[in-house]
Nanobody
Framework: QVQLVESGGGLVQAGGSLRLSCAAS????????MGWYRQAPGKQRELVAD???????NYLGSVKGRFTISRDNAKNTVYLQMNSLNPEDTAVYYC?????????WGQGTQVTVSS
């Protein structure tokens, strides 16, 4: 059984930083893309950033230059460093891990940015 354990969310003031982590454990093999999505109240879930097994990255336009995604393949872990946070970044952030055969989601971690 595969588990994705997310950590690092919380409450921060505008302009602050947070670092999210998502560790995949269990019978998980051939991880391809790892990424972070977010969903704010009343809005659809959207891709924030993802990273391929080769290290190629993709970012939502509004977070470019502020957020950085990275991964540690030895630990099956993906990170999201979030700087210069603003209230519009407030959402539940979800980790997603795609393997050759399956698609896994984390349980979500709340990020709240106060003005």
């Amino acid at each position: 059984q595969v588990q994705l354990v997310e950590s690092g969310g919380g409450l921060v003031q505008a302009g602050g930083s947070l670092r999210l982590s998502c560790a995949a454990s269990g019978n998980i093999f051939s991880i391809n893309t790892m990424g972070w999505y977010r969903q704010a109240p009343g809005k659809q879930r959207e891709l924030v950033a993802d990273i391929t097994s080769g290290g190629s990255t993709n970012y939502l336009g509004s977070v470019k230059g502020r957020f950085t995604i990275s991964r540690d393949n030895a630990k099956n872990t993906v990170y999201l460093q979030m700087n210069s946070l603003n209230p519009e970044d407030t959402a539940v952030y979800y980790c997603r891990v795609r393997t050759r055969w399956f698609d896994y989601w984390g349980q979500g971690t709340q990020v709240t940015v106060s003005s």
